[in-house]
């Protein structure tokens, strides 16, 4: 598999769950990989990985809701590689589950710093190298909770469908410059993201088991955070069990390989069949 062979990608949040998985599979597949994240410790592992693999990584720390950082992992790319050809704008977080009304501004901008900005801020730094390369290829990472509200986390699925209108917008503006811009949407998927908030335990138990008990602790939680909110009604995944964090790389390396070349300003819904329900 070398459908990338001597392309440099950039994969942001690449030092744990999703971004990991992708960052891994672009090497596999050829890329040299600039690992970026905040987590230091988590991307030189994210790099060791690559490296053990026989691949060729570099970790830079960035901060994407900063976008004098994001221009300096940029500036990584191609100064330790030569150019940028792919770029997997991935970092983000989760909240908790807050109704609307007890969400604190500095945690609504927070998030939207980082799951919203932060992507504009890549691809704002991104596109200039790419065009002048002559094209590229942008994923971006919404959610699930990019295409349907969710009860209890306003900010996050405003953030999240901010990216999917980001994400159109740019794909057109791009659209005869060679660079196709596209989004994935994860459902539920296992990584510290669903732990953190979740309470999952990977590892422990049966996929179903872990399922079950993430969503009664989410239940939970949200009772103690807001006796009056109910969670019972949460979309169940129809093909009841949540993604590995590579079933969602596998769909994002679809979309920046040339059997993609005709698909741009698309958000792919990775899901288990949420979307469809
Ligand atoms: P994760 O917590 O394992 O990974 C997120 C990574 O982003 C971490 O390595 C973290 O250090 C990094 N990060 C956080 N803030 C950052 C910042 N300001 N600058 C740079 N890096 C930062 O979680 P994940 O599930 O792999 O999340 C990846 C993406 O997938 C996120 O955008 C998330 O919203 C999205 N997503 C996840 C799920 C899920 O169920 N796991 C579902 C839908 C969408």
Redesign the pocket.
């Known amino acids: 598999m070398n459908e990338f062979e001597g392309e440099t990608a950039v994969v ?9 998985a992708s960052a891994l599979r672009f090497a596999e597949e050829g890329a040299n990989v600039v690992v ?4 230091a410790d ?1 991307g030189r592992e994210t790099v060791e990985l690559i490296e053990d693999a026989g691949g060729d990584a570099t970790f830079a720390e ?4 900063d976008t004098a950082s994001v221009e300096r992992m940029v500036e990584v790319a191609v100064e330790t590689y030569g150019s940028l050809d792919i770029a997997h704008n ?5 909240t908790g589950f807050v109704e609307t009304t007890g969400i604190e501004e500095a945690q609504w901008d927070r998030i939207v710093d ?2 919203l900005k ?1 992507v504009w801020a890549c691809m704002k730094a991104e596109l200039p190298v790419m065009v002048e390369e002559g094209g590229g290829r942008i994923v971006n ?5 990019g295409l349907v509200g969710i009860g209890g986390l306003s900010s ?1 699925s405003a953030s ?1 469908h901010g990216v999917v209108g980001l994400t159109k917008s740019v794909a057109l503006e791009y659209a005869t410059r060679g660079v196709r811009v596209n989004a994935v ?10 732990s ?1 908030v979740l309470g999952s335990t990977p590892g422990s138990s049966s996929l179903l088991d872990r399922i079950r008990t993430a969503v009664e602790l989410l239940r939970m939680t949200v009772r103690t955070l807001r006796a009056d909110y109910d969670t019972s009604a949460m979309r169940e995944v129809p093909m009841d069990r ?1 993604a590995d ?1 590579e079933e ?1 790389a596998g769909p994002v390396a679809f979309l920046c390989s040339d059997d993609a070349s005709y698909i741009t300003g698309q958000t792919l819904a990775v899901d288990g069949g949420q979307a469809a329900d």
């Open positions: 942001t949040g690449a030092s744990s769950g999703i971004g990991r970026a994240d905040v987590d988590g960035v901060d994407v809701s991935n970092a983000g977080i989760l980082i799951n932060g990472t919404a959610s699930e909770a996050y999240k949407a994860p459902g539920p998927t296992e990584t510290n993201i669903q953190g949540i964090p969602i």
